[in-house]
Each structure stands twice: as C-alpha cells, then as structure tokens.
C-alpha cells in the first residue's frame, strides 16, 4: 500500500468516527490523534563468500579474510560476515485512540486504539511496516451497575502476561468480590494477527488452524487495602482437544500495613506441570516519603506454549535477589541506588571445559537535582556482569522547563560492551537533544535527535557503527473531558 493509500484510509476511519460521535457531542467523546515520523539508520552485515586460496589461516589453525573470522567447507565453500554500507529509512505512524459515551443507551461506550503505519523508502525495513493498519484495541462497554459486558478487540494484563483476543467479556462485582469471565479467538502476542497466520511463516508445523482463548478471574478485595487474584486462560485451536497453552496465576497486594507496601505474583504452567515467573517486592515508605527501600525475590522461566518445541528443551530458571533505595534531600536534590544478584539454575548440560559461570550481579545508582524552578538534571551509573557478557554505562541529561507549554532536554550516554562470544569489545557514545511545545491548547510538538558514535577496540578492520536517528511527532487532543479545568474543555 503506498503512502498516499495509506493516509487516506487513516483519514477515511477518522472521518468515519467522528462522524458517529459528532451527532452525540453532548453525550461526550474524548481522545486523541497523533502522527510519529521517526528516521533510523544502521549498518547490516551480510554474509558473503571467498575463495579459499584467499583465506589466511592463523598459527592456532583459525581462519580470516581480511580481518574477518571465516568458516570453510573444504572443496566447497568459505563464507564470513562483513559489514555493508549505512542504510537508512524514515517509518510512519499514525494513531488514533478515543472512547466515546452516551451513545443512546445508558451505559454504553466505544473505545478504540488505531494505528496506521507506512515507509517512505531506504533500503532498511522497520519492523512491522509490512502491516500498514492494526486495531490495537476496539470493543463496546455497557455497564449496568455492578455489570460490565464487553465486546470486541480486548486485551487482558496480569501475570500471565498481555494477552489480546477478538470476543467478549463479561465482569460483575458483588460485595468484596469481582468476577470476569472471556472467551474468543486469540491474537498473537504483540501483533495482534490471528495466531496461525503470524505464526505460518515461522514454523511451518503448525496446524492451519485458529486459536481460541476462554477463563475467568475472581479478585477478593481484602481489610487493609488489600487484594489478592486469581485468573486461569486456556488456549486451544479450532479442535478443543489440540491444547495450545494452559496457565493460572495468583496476585497479592497490600498497602495497608503502612509504612510496609507488599507486591507478589506466580504463575503456573498446568501443561508442562511446572512454576513459571514469580516475584515478590517489599516496599518501605514512611509517611514523609523522604527514603524508600524496596526489596524484590524474583523467579524468571521463559514461557513457551505448545505450538513450539522449545518448551520441551528444559528452559533453565533463574533466581533473583534485588535491592533499591531512593533519598529525598533539601534544595530539590534526590539519589538512589540498586544492586542485584542472579543465580541460574543447572542445566544438566554436559561440560568439555571449566564449567559456565551461573552467577551474575549488576549494580547502578543515580540521582537528580531540581537546581532551580526550571531546570533539572538526572544522572545515572550501571555496570552489569555475567557469564559472556559486561556492560558498563553512564547518562546525563539536563532538562529546562520554564511552563508547562515548553521544555527542552539535551542528553549525554556512554557505555562499554563486551559481549565475549561474538564481537570482542566495544566503545560507544552518543548524546541528543529533544523539545516539546504547546502549540495550542490539546496541540503539542515534539520532536528529536540522537547521535551515537562507535568506535571498535579490538578488531580493527571493524567498520564504525555510528548511528544518527530524529523524530518528531503531533498529538492533538479532541473531544471534551470534564476533568481537565485548566483548559477548560
């Protein structure tokens, strides 16, 4: 679909929805529309061939052309990866989201997410600009009371995750208890795309098939500002008895047992028979808010359904330990500081060499100063270490906000990566700049650049990565909405 296409179906579903709500202004509608344009360049590395008379071979039997590490097949072939010229493109998006109420029937409401998307040429493909138009979100509320029924394009967040499906839900609450029930065809995640279309041209062993997804939830609001849920979701495909995944999680959260705040998930894989992510966070914050401390347990096993295999490989677990605290001082100076501890399970994996480090720390502290009314200054320190991989970085940014209309913000980065099993040592920095304007009530412009700088340290036939990347984008407000008094609207 080519750009001009593309903008005129934007425009075509815009017309479209204000003209159902217009007739219905003053019942109210209220949303927003904004247009990104964003512009990226990299540079790829291709693989290509050479003769092997051309190969260089090293004294430990390694070998290279011209630098580069190559894999040979002997009277066949020799192949490496090399670095090709910078490749850039400009990506567009164009969004839409609004819900509209009073439409006739007490109760009722339209909310949607639209989104439209489209490049204007350069060799470099932004992910997901081969769909040129999605329905993020779109359904009908009515609400009755302690009734709520939904139907359309929804998605579910809770411990299992983000989950979207095209169907209906229905939820009631009754006394301390609130109950949901939903089922319909399942969407991918993070596409939104029938789950059979996105996944046909990855893993061709899938069945042609639709995925349907159906559960329920109960939440029992508890004495001391508290709650704790439980949800089940099962995904089968057109077959009930082809099961695609089948998970349960419970969630805890207090904030009653002042000044202690306490967060907690786990999830349940019922087809494998095994526990998935589970964390659970302390929080202390006196009344005064002049220092938290949080402390979080946390449990991470990926999560793969049955559609795949790689849920029978034995994914490995990890085990975490995390710790942060934050300061309020006078004069608008606030700091804080984090540390955490990572533990791998045994992957029952047979060793040749040393066995594999299972332990990685990382460490990071921060903080800002509110020097005067307008400005600010933010400042932050990282360093992580793992089995194969270092990262070691540093941001400064520095903000001016003389109103709520403007703000300008410049930013500085540096970081040093060391990713031992591919590409040795590297060195990078970068800085930038952004600002955002009111140009009129419920109209702001935003727009910015960011140039990162690569310089290689141990390989020095690497070509430099440098990056420059900007965007820019418009947000208009539309509608009505009681609630915002300072514009009056």
Known sequence: MTGRHLWFRVGMVLAATLGVVRPLAAQGYRGWLQSTARYVELRPIQQDTVAFDLVTRAPDGSLSFEGFPVTCIPDVRCTYYRTVAVQGTVALTQDLGFTAWGLGLRGLSVTGLLRARARTGGDLIWPRQDDSFDALLAYAQLRRGALRIRLGRMENTSGLGFSSFDGGSVGAVAGRLRLEAFAGRSLARGLREP?????????????????????????????RASSIALRYQREVFTDPAVLLSERASLDLRTSGLRPLRINGSVDYDVAFERVGKAHLTLQYLPSDASFIVELTGRRYLPYFDL???????????????????????????????????????????????????????????????????AWRLDGSYR?????GAFLNTADLAVRWAPDERLNLTGSLTAFQQIEEFRVGENVAWGGGASASLEVFPGT????????????????AVDRDFNQFRAWSSLRIEIGSDPGLRRRGR
């Open 444 to 459: 702001r412009l935003e727009s910015g650049f960011s140039l990162y700088l690569h310089r290689p340290e141990n390989r």
């Open 383 to 387: 360093i992580e270490w793992g089995n």
């Open 307 to 373: 559609s795949t295999i790689w849920g029978f490989f034995s994914p490995v677990a990890y085990h975490e330990a995390e710790a942060r605290g934050s300061w309020a001082f006078g004069g608008g100076l606030g700091l804080w500081a984090a540390g955490g501890l990572r533990r791998y399970q045994d992957a029952n994996a047979t060793v040749v060499f040393s066995p594999l480090e299972d332990d990685a720390w990382r460490a990071s502290a921060g903080g800002n100063w509110q020097a005067f009314t």
């Open 195 to 223: 789950i059979s279309d996105a996944l046909r041209g990855i893993e061709d062993f899938v069945p042609d098939d639709d995925a349907y997804l159906y559960g329920g939830s109960l939440q029992v609001r508890l004495p």
